[in-house]
């Protein structure tokens, strides 16, 4: 059942943790995020050197895993075999981050972050602990600690 409703998950997150500090069965209890919106946020232009360094990154990670690996049986310079497994990494992945844009011909020229975000935040518990819930949060609004944008 829904105990108490909010704009914004901070408020909603506020509720539950007043909720544990007064020994209530947080177990019980749900935040539940409604009407669900989708937001891509661009975070700047994707070029073929942009892809190609961010390749080099990756690429770098997987050579310098595969020179460890190589590092740990080797008996001589294993310093040597590190770096030459980091740098090999890197080139391939500029290599291969470079080709894989340009082969999509310009059809995404941009990065981006995707994030769900929640317009309504509700505080929902089992329905044999909705009155003690009701009572804690009741008390907790009387105390000047509702948090703010409380609705319910």
């Not at 892809?51 to 990154?57: E, P, R, Y």
């Amino acid at each position: 059942m829904t105990v108490a409703s909010y704009p914004d998950y901070p408020s909603a997150q506020y509720t539950v943790d007043f909720l544990s500090d007064n020994q209530f069965p947080v177990e019980r209890a749900a935040i539940v995020g409604t009407d669900l919106t989708l937001v891509e946020t661009v975070l700047g232009r994707m070029t073929t050197s942009r892809a190609a360094l961010a390749g080099a990154a990756t690429g770098a990670w997987f050579g310098l895993f595969i020179g460890l690996l190589f590092g740990i049986f080797t008996v001589g310079n294993w310093w040597a075999v590190i770096l030459v497994g980091l740098a090999i990494g890197a080139v391939w992945g500029a290599i291969f981050g470079a080709i894989a844009h340009a082969m999509t011909g310009g059809r995404r020229d941009f990065t981006s972050a995707s994030s769900l975000r929640a317009n309504q935040y509700a505080v929902t518990v089992d329905a044999t602990f909705a009155d003690q819930a009701r009572q804690l949060i009741g008390r907790m609004n009387w105390q000047g600690q509702r948090p703010a944008g409380a609705t319910g």
